[in-house]
């Protein structure tokens, strides 16, 4: 296995880049999509958890990310000596018709499809994403990590139905007229999954960049007055039947696992593991469940990470594993020390783990 890092669009800097390389981390998931506006300053490392209006606008319709950019950014980070493993998440801009089957949804299933054939073209082997209509949402930060730590959790849901104009915790559409997104059932929901699949995968297979799909983070059945996709393990079953494409695969956050009230978060690691559906691994610790859980260290959770690292080599997972989130340390870089601990947690398991497998 990898040790990676992820790094939120205004993070993708060569002083990050080292940063990582520094703390151990071979591998970069990226984020392209701009969660956090003009608040994306230098210090802005926060998990971005947004207000009623989400974390604000969406991007430039009508610019889809270019060949030269992708590659750019891939040799900047190959050139402090990492590798651009995964993409992760699409713009609402570029396929939010995709999601709530507008009149734009085959033009919006074509920007998918180009991005897809963009990453291939430029070495970047991932394309993280998560189909939801409310996006991560209902989330705040407390100091209730270990000594006292920023961390991000939840207290209950989110009822609010989602403003017209807005999907995936973005505003899409700022001149939208007043009112709220029309009701959707899950069933048309996961039909129009289908179609997205349908659409994409070939592509993928052609271009040879895997599809991996994240799930629904907080795993409430409805949020915001919209179903949810991935609430449960058992779905990622539904997921992957829809189209069993080898380049149909997970985005296998653990927390989120251990987050939901259903499921055991050590045999859905073994299974989907044992049937090569993970596309890179977020590792994540937490604290009680939905609708109420926070964030923790990943050696201070409820799962047993060290487990959860024992069954993926055992399987022989050999992608990335990143710390998608972990609590703030205070201290003058808050993000970075609670990174560099994470990073430093994860090298000393998996050299624990490969010991173990050679005695």
């Given at each position: ?277 993970i596309g890179y691994v977020h590792l994540r610790n937490v604290r009680g469940k939905v609708p109420n859980y926070w964030e923790t260290f990943l050696d201070d ?59």
């Amino acid at each position: 296995m990898k040790p990676g890092l992820g790094l939120y669009r205004h993070m993708l800097t060569r002083d990050n880049f080292r940063f990582a390389r520094q703390a151990g981390a071979t591998h970069i998931v990226a984020h392209l999509v701009d969660y956090f506006g003009s608040d994306a300053r230098p210090g802005s490392d926060r998990q971005p958890t947004g207000d009623d209006r989400g974390w604000g606008l969406a991007g430039d319709p009508d610019r889809l990310w270019s060949v030269a950019e992708l590659v750019a950014l891939r040799q900047a980070i190959e050139a402090e000596g990492l590798q651009l493993e995964a993409i992760e998440n699409f713009d609402p801009a570029h396929w939010h018709a995709v999601l709530l089957d507008g009149p734009l949804r085959d033009r919006h299933l074509e920007n998918c499809q180009t991005i897809i054939r963009r990453l291939g073209q430029a070495g970047i082997p991932v394309m993280g994403y998560n189909f939801s209509l409310a996006g991560v949402a209902a989330r705040k930060t407390a100091p209730l990590a270990r000594g006292g730590a920023e961390a991000v959790g939840v207290e209950g849901g989110d009822d609010r139905p989602l403003p017209a104009g807005m999907v995936w915790n973005m505003v899409f559409d700022p001149a939208a007229p007043p009112g709220t997104m029309a009701a959707v059932t899950p069933d048309e929901l996961w039909r129009r999954y289908q179609v997205f699949l349908d659409a994409v995968l070939p592509v993928a297979e052609e271009a040879g960049v895997t599809l991996a799909a994240h799930p629904d983070d907080p795993p409430f059945e409805f949020l915001r007055g919209t179903p949810r996709l991935v609430h449960r393990p058992d779905l990622w079953h539904r997921q992957i039947k829809l189209n069993p494409s080898p380049r149909n695969r997970i985005e296998f956050c653990v927390g989120t696992l251990a987050e939901m009230p259903h499921g055991d978060v050590y045999q859905a690691v073994d299974e989907f593991s044992r049937q090569q559906r993970i596309g890179y691994v977020h590792l994540r610790n937490v604290r009680g469940k939905v609708p109420n859980y926070w964030e923790t260290f990943l050696d201070d959770g409820e799962t047993d990470m060290l487990r959860v690292l024992r069954i993926l080599h055992r399987n022989g997972y050999d992608g990335v594993v990143i710390p998608d989130h972990t609590p703030r340390l205070t201290c003058a870089a808050p993000w970075h020390a609670g990174m560099a601990h994470a990073i430093g947690w994860i090298l000393a398991a998996l050299r624990t783990v490969r010991e173990e497998s050679e005695q």
